[in-house]
């Protein structure tokens, strides 16, 4: 198995590692991409507070079926009131919420078959993004510190994935 690339770049004590899916040229729901989220997620675990959602209805019905989205939606916390709508031109384009990562929350994170199953997710620690999910395109980590940083790339090795380390500014 060729390596995986992740771009780090360091912003004071914290650490960005973004796993460009492009670049890395895997299928989403590709059990090497499942295990760079897993090690995101553990790596943070303690710190998460609340996820934030931005998802398209016809995509995400498409995904999984109209009934399983409205249950996936409420499961993970979305309300009337929390909702938002984010329009295009007068057109709702998507919706977004916010809710507490709650363990069984963060165990459906955890357990994605495929981490694009939702289009747009952040795990944050209060306001601060600390795993960032966005529209096919990259999976990121904030490892705030050096525990982090040092969290991820030890259970990156654990799970024998093997990764280069690319350096931007």
């Given amino acids: ?12 004590d914290a650490t960005s590692f973004e796993f460009n899916v492009f670049d890395n040229q895997f299928a989403t729901e590709n059990l090497a991409v499942r295990k760079v989220l897993m090690a995101m997620l553990e790596s943070v675990h303690h710190s998460l507070t609340d996820v934030e959602i931005e ?9 999984v079926g109209a009934r399983r989205a409205g249950e996936l939606l409420r499961f993970l916390g979305a309300t009337k009131e929390n909702s938002r709508e984010n ?9 977004s919420f916010r809710a507490p990562l709650t363990e069984e929350r963060y165990d459906y994170f955890y357990n994605l078959t495929d981490i694009a199953q939702l289009s747009h997710y952040r795990l944050k620690e209060g306001e601060e993004d600390r795993i960032v999910f966005y529209f096919t395109r990259y999976l990121q980590l904030l490892a705030p510190d050096q525990k982090a940083h040092d969290a991820f790339l030890n259970r990156l090795e654990s799970f024998s994935l093997p990764y280069k380390l690319v350096s931007i500014t």
């Fill in 1 to 12: 198995m060729n390596a995986i690339i992740l771009y780090t770049r360091y912003l004071g």
């Fill in 55 to 63: 998802y398209n209805d016809s995509i995400l019905i498409e995904k």
């Fill in 87 to 95: 329009r295009s031109n007068d057109v709702v384009v998507s919706r």
